[in-house]
């Protein structure tokens, strides 16, 4: 059974930074293209950002372009969403993602139904 666990939420200062880091447990993570997501209070979960098995191929959100950086190391079987210049409309649940269904040299996608397996979420809050 895999297990993915978030962590790294907090309170900011808007145009502050965030490291989210996410544990996964049960297989080895390059078996995994990986994303995260969001849902925001009243709101839909939302893209953010996914990453290949390799981790040669990322795509991001338009809302978070330039901003967040994902990554993965696969030795250390975590994936990492780097977040910078926050705003107050990034206050959000972030949730980690796994697909098993990608091939490894496919392109990660941006759908959250295509994702097998979810985290509990680590809160994040950005205030103005």
């Known amino acids: 059974q895999v297990r993915l666990v978030e962590s790294g939420g907090g309170l900011v200062q808007a145009g502050g930074s965030l490291r989210l880091s996410c544990a996964v447990s049960g297989r080895t993570l390059s078996n995994y293209a990986m994303g995260w997501f969001r849902q925001a209070p009243g709101k839909e979960r939302e893209f953010v950002a996914v990453?290949?098995?390799?981790?040669?191929?990322?795509n991001y959100a338009d809302s978070v372009k330039g901003r967040f950086t994902i990554a993965r190391d696969n030795a250390k079987n975590t994936v990492y969403l780097q977040m910078k210049s926050l705003k107050p409309e990034d206050t959000a649940v972030y949730y980690c993602?796994?697909?098993?269904?990608?091939?490894?040299?496919?392109?990660?996608?941006?759908?959250?139904?295509?994702?097998?397996?979810w985290g509990q979420g680590t809160p994040v809050t950005v205030s103005s």
């Open positions: 993602a796994a697909d098993e269904n990608r091939p490894y040299w496919g392109v990660p996608v941006s759908g959250s139904y295509e994702y097998n397996y």
């Open positions: 990453i290949s098995r390799r981790g040669g191929s990322t």
